[in-house]
């Protein structure tokens, strides 16, 4: 199969904080999502283990060093079209210059210092529960869109308020998993389950160095979870050595384009067929 010509958009959908704890936690919708696509555990996202850097990471396909994400955010600072490091927004904007995108988060500092100013580009910030019904209208008003990020809040909200990993976060994530559920269905009422590559992943983890934290090289701050489905995406794979990065590499060969410069994203082994 050609990937990139079944595949029409890329959907992320990102939980903050879930590391992999999602394992523990009661996910119906993503376990449905996932089926016939591939999952792992087991991925690993950068160091320091925080947002600005993780979510950074993901959207750029490049350690924190590189993008930046980190400072623009401390700095309340609009990111640059920095010709060392572009986001997936700025890749996809060059090569599909006329094709929607939307970006909705519940945490705004990424809007700004993670992704580049660029026309065309719907920026949202909501708290999660807002947000959901305001990406379904995106998703139906908006149906040529090439690329969808999202990100919930609560689930590390969670983790700092109860701790990482306990019932309260776990009780969290199956939350989330619900709100998922509702974009998915907005999705499958569109028509664009079957010819969109979605990956659900998280930004980090919690609860390694201290309990109600993150930030640290402790394996459950870095461990997280990472799923894939759709067109030419294996089911069951066996994925062995993910990184949050890869998630810009597979999102861009979904969409048929080249991957980031310097090899830091990959694409993950068995993830296509
Ligand atoms: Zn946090």
Redesign the pocket.
């Known amino acids: 199969m050609n990937t990139a010509q079944a595949i029409q958009r890329v959907i992320i959908l990102g939980i ?2 879930a590391g992999a704890y999602m394992k523990e936690a009661d996910t119906p919708h993503i376990d449905a999502l996932l089926q016939g696509g591939s999952s792992t555990y087991g991925a690993q996202t950068v160091y320091p283990s925080n ?1 600005g850097e993780c979510w950074g990471s993901l959207l750029h396909g490049v350690g924190p060093e590189k993008h930046k994400a980190q400072a623009y955010i401390q700095n309340n600072a609009q990111m640059p079209a920095d010709p060392a490091s572009a986001s997936l927004f700025r890749r996809v904007k060059a090569a599909y210059p006329n094709s929607p995108m939307g970006a909705f988060v519940c945490w705004a500092p990424i809007l700004t210092g993670a992704i580049e100013e660029l026309d065309g580009v719907v920026k949202h910030a909501a708290p999660d529960a807002d947000l959901v019904p305001v990406i379904g209208a995106f998703i139906r008003e908006q149906p040529a869109f090439r690329l969808l990020f999202v990100q919930l809040d609560d689930v ?1 909200a969670a ?2 308020k109860h701790g990482f990993g306990t019932a309260g976060q776990l009780q969290a994530i199956t939350r989330a998993d619900a709100q998922i559920g509702e974009i998915v269905r907005a999705l499958a009422a569109a028509a664009m389950l079957d010819d969109s590559l979605i990956v659900v992943t998280t930004d980090h983890g ?1 609860g390694g160095a201290r309990t109600h934290d ?1 930030g640290s090289d402790h394996p459950k701050d870095m461990t997280i979870f990472w799923g894939c489905r759709g067109p030419g995406v294996a089911a069951g794979a066996e994925l062995d050595g993910v990184s949050i990065r890869d998630t810009a590499a597979v999102a861009l060969h979904a969409l048929g384009l080249p991957l980031p410069e310097g090899g830091e994203a990959k694409l993950p082994e068995g993830l296509f067929l």
């Open positions: 903050d904080g947002s590390d983790g700092h919690g993150h």
